[in-house]
């Protein structure tokens, strides 16, 4: 299998107060790449720390993980950074958009991180607009914008410099589940269409059958099943 992410007795421990929590406890599995995976659990599960480690936002206290071939334990800041820009799109619950700026405004920013030219950023983050379906509101402010819509230009910025792997937070934890089917639909449809490899956290069983291709369950820092769906 050619893989995106393999993990290898990965850990994630830290201090609260006098007690030692173990986020993640001795985790192994490997994601294929263009593969849809769903991380299940209920809250304190692990799941969020363990897309936030290969996201690059958090370092492991042990194990191995790499990602597209390169280990990311070892990384600098620096080079997570690169890795977070390059490699991965994160889209979250609660959209994160910067209220001020407009949709287009608020895809172009991630490619000016990356030095893309200005005319250039304009010109992909209209494309993607028009590709999740809101190219007619790619000037309208966040607050102009539906739940859903805010979702989707969020998925937009996170495509925004071509990342392999998109890494999503709960998407539709914010949204009605008629609006949560549309904006699994538009994951599906990068994951089959584009081969946008996609890693989707959710707590909610049925939704996750409903889209991915094999889901792994968390409990307590550990994975306890995998279901092929």
Avoid: W
Avoid at 83 to 106: C, D, K, S, W, Y
Avoid at 125 to 151: F, I, K, N
Avoid at 223 to 228: A, G
Wanted: aromatic share 4%; hydrophobic share 40%.
């Amino acid at each position: 299998m050619d893989t995106a992410v393999v993990a290898r007795d990965l850990a994630k421990h830290y201090t609260m107060g006098a007690s030692l929590v173990r986020a993640l406890d001795g985790v192994s599995f490997a994601v294929g790449r263009g593969e849809f995976v769903g991380l299940l659990g209920t809250s304190g599960s692990g799941k969020s720390t363990l897309l936030n480690l290969i996201a690059g936002l958090d370092h492991p206290t042990g194990g191995a993980l790499d990602v597209f071939g390169q280990s990311l334990a070892g990384m600098t800041r620096d080079q997570l950074s690169v890795h977070r820009r390059r490699n991965v799109g994160m889209i979250f619950q609660a959209f994160n958009l910067i209220p001020a700026m407009t949709a287009e405004e608020n895809v172009a920013l991630a490619m000016m991180f990356a030095g893309v030219p200005r005319a250039e950023r304009e010109r992909r983050a209209a494309e993607l607009l028009a590709e999740v379906g809101l190219g007619a509101r790619r000037t309208h402010r966040p607050r102009e914008l539906s739940g859903g819509e805010q979702q989707r230009v969020s998925i937009a910025r996170a495509l925004a410099n071509g990342p392999e792997m998109l890494l999503a937070d709960e998407p539709t934890g914010n949204l009605d589940s008629r609006t949560a089917r549309d904006i699994l639909g538009l994951l599906q449809s990068l994951n089959r269409d584009a081969g946008k490899t996609v890693i989707l956290v959710t707590h909610d069983p049925a939704l996750a059958r409903s889209c991915v291709q094999r889901s792994l369950t968390l409990r307590d820092g550990q994975i306890v099943d995998e279901v092929s769906s």
